[in-house]
């Protein structure tokens, strides 16, 4: 079955710190993936995608197959970070809908 | 401000009662989507419509659940005799067929209380 699974409900952080969100999917075949921000009274939006190969707002997430694994990283968080990011997998049944991980809440502190 | 719109951004109503909520795409998308967002968790898929096609529902979406896209533009997802455990964030979200790898866009959702 694919499934997307993101392991921290929570992640807290010092602002300058480091900063890393797990994810991990379950796909069969060449998985597209996908990290969708939500900041606080927000609309969820796109973040980055893996075949973009991009790094938006200084984050970063590479695809891991052999761990099937998308981790979102960010060498030094920002206040302005704080937000719900969720990891997100094209479902491979056609129509471009997503499976969504629970996401996790990233609250950088000062 | 030209994204996805929906309406209404929150909605109370008593067991037992139909409600509607509308979803206005961006003008040029022909795909949308409803997902549902429950606490604690990320969205997932309802329905899908390739302009006015409904092309695939999700087991979530019960008989009690009905959606249209009568003209290939907006969208109204309707819940019937609504249960306590409907009550959840309605996201609507929309893209363009053209480009297969275009991202969804989401609208603000409707959040559903059902007391």
């Known amino acids: 079955a694919q499934r997307v699974t993101q392991p921290e409900k929570l992640l807290s952080v010092f602002k300058g710190a480091p900063v890393e969100l797990k994810c991990n999917y379950s796909?069969?075949?060449?998985?597209?993936l996908f990290w969708y921000v939500q900041y606080s009274r927000q609309r969820l939006q796109l973040l980055l995608r893996?075949?973009s190969r991009e790094s938006i707002k200084g984050f970063t997430a590479d695809l891991n197959k052999g761990e099937t694994s998308f981790h979102l990283k960010k060498p030094f968080a920002q206040e302005e970070d704080s937000a719900m990011y969720y990891c997100?997998?094209?479902?491979?049944?056609?129509?471009?809908?997503?499976?969504f991980g629970a996401g996790t809440r990233l609250a950088v502190h000062p | 401000d030209t994204g996805v719109s929906q309406d209404p951004r929150h909605k109370i109503t008593k067991r037992g009662q139909n409600v509607t909520f509308r979803c206005d795409p961006i003008?040029?998308?022909?795909?949308l989507y409803w997902y549902r967002q429950t606490l604690g968790q990320g969205p997932e898929f309802l329905t899908y419509?390739?302009?006015?096609?409904?092309?695939?529902k999700s087991r979530l979406l019960s008989d009690r659940f009905s959606a249209e896209r009568p003209k290939g533009s907006f969208s109204t997802l309707e819940i019937q005799r609504t249960e306590q455990g409907d009550s959840a964030m309605y996201l609507c979200?929309?893209?363009?067929?053209?480009?297969?790898?275009?991202?969804?866009?989401f609208g603000q959702g409707t959040r559903l209380t059902v007391v």
């Open positions: 979200a929309s893209s363009s067929f053209l480009s297969p790898n275009t991202e969804a866009f």
């Open positions: 796909y069969s075949g060449s998985p597209e």
């Open positions: 893996h075949i």
């Open positions: 997100a997998l094209r479902d491979s049944g056609g129509y471009n809908k997503l499976i």
């Open positions: 003008s040029e998308h022909n795909r």
């Open positions: 419509f390739q302009n006015e096609a409904q092309l695939e």
